[in-house]
């Protein structure tokens, strides 16, 4: 059993009936949040959740007229592969949107994790030394509970603090070797957003909602954080 999340995380849960219509808002959500960040600190610093749930939200994200100069985009974790190789995070979102509109190159930041674990990490601390507190990150769930490459039963969950950037091994779902940014790291953020589809998922999130401390609730934003639901993953 891993430890109690360090400060209790307030979650707010959004079940929608179909994974369309969660797609459907989370976009909304995404673009929202842009806004207002944008209007009020004239940027916009998103995290990037990997997996597949938010293939089709980063496509929708490609029709949207935005204020694209001022989108800054980063990697919640990266799986250590080449970076063409197609089981890359940073793969999808740059194929299915990322490389369609007009974001400065230097804005939008892969994690380098084909350079192994302890060096991508190191490098990636690097990049995000000047951003204090991102205005969205987007996460996945596992069907084991796990978010970012932050697993159940592994080295992170008996640390009392982190680094931010952090080299993972032996993850359960392959590769084994990828670069998560931290559970702290993860919660300096003004707004977090959970996307979970599917049934595969659900067991999670009665764990989730029972009070078990998986993986993902150690992510305690100050503001809380949201779960966007599909009814298949919603017990
Ligand atoms: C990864 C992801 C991981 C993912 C969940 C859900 O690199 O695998 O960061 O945390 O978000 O495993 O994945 P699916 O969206 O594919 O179910």
Known sequence: MSLTPLQSQVCRWHVFPTVAELELAALTAIVEAANQAIAVRG???LVLAGGTTPQH???ALKEVEADWDAWHVYFGDERCLPP?????????????????????AEQVHPIPAELGGEDAARAYTAVLKGIHEFDLVLLGLGEDGHTAS???MQAW???????PVLPVHDAPKPPPDRVS??????SQTRQVLFLVAGAGK???VRDWREGVAIPASHITAPEGVDVYLDQAASP
């Open 43 to 45: 940027a916009f610093h």
């Open 157 to 163: 969950e008996h640390a009392i603090s982190w680094p």
């Open 84 to 104: 063409e190789h197609a089981e890359r995070n940073s793969r999808m979102a740059l194929d299915a949107w990322l490389l369609h509109v007009p974001i400065p």
């Open 150 to 152: 932050l697993f159940p």
């Open 181 to 186: 940014l931290s559970p702290e790291r993860l």
């Open 202 to 204: 659900a067991r999670a």
């Open 57 to 59: 939200i980063y496509t």
